[in-house]
Structures are given as C-alpha cells and as structure tokens.
C-alpha cells in the first residue's frame, strides 16, 4: 500500500492550491480516502474525506466552502482543491485511506507521507 502526496508549496494569502495524492491499495471497495493537516506544535487534525465508491464527500467546519476533495478513479488519485487559503492554514498535509466504522466513525488503515503547505500573509 502507497499513498503519493503532493502539490504542497508557499503561496500568499487569498491564493490556491490542489494537493494530489496517488494510492496503490490492493482494493478500492469500502475505501474511504481523508485528508488530515498537522501544525507545529499541534495535533494531526483530519479536514475532509470521500467514499471512493461513491464520492460521498463530508468536511470539517473549519474548511468548508473553502476546501474541496474530488477523486479520479481512473488514477487513483484524490484532490484537496484548497481556494482562499489563510496563514492559519499553514501546516503538513496528509492523505490517508481507511474506512467508516460503526463504533468509531472514520479509521485510518494507511497514512501517506505529508506534503507541506506554507501560507504567507
């Protein structure tokens, strides 16, 4: 299993960029992909994740109508489209794959490396 992050950079405040992130995973089925930010000093925070089977998308309040995830199932590849983008946004990105249980909600299985997003102001 690889999850292939990038995409990060700096960019100004106000401005764009699409994170991507490849996945080899032996299956797609009951594949829920999210990606989660990490701060200095902070703890891993997840943002967004998508059912890879059916696009079914949901988000944290702090991202909404600012961040988008999409996924291309021919590349196996999901997207965190990020618009307006903030110094507060500055952090690691990561994708990850794992599955929505009924006890605990959404599991991670695999983590991909992080890809850093700097935002000046």
């Known amino acids: 299993v690889q999850l292939q992050a990038s995409g990060g950079g700096l960019v100004q405040a106000g401005g764009s960029l699409r994170l991507s992130c490849a996945a080899s995973l032996t299956t797609f089925n009951d594949v829920v992909m999210g990606w989660f930010r990490q701060a200095p000093g902070e703890d891993r925070k997840f943002l967004s994740r998508?059912?890879?089977?059916?696009?079914?998308?949901y988000y944290t309040l702090a991202v909404q109508g600012r961040f988008t995830i999409s996924r291309d199932n021919t590349k196996n590849t999901v997207y965190l489209q990020m618009n307006n983008l903030k110094p507060d946004d500055t952090a690691v990105y990561y994708c990850a794959a794992g599955r929505i249980t009924v006890n605990a909600g959404y599991v991670v299985d695999y983590w991909g490396k992080g890809t850093q997003v700097t935002v000046s102001s």
């Open positions: 998508i059912s890879w089977t059916t696009g079914g998308a």
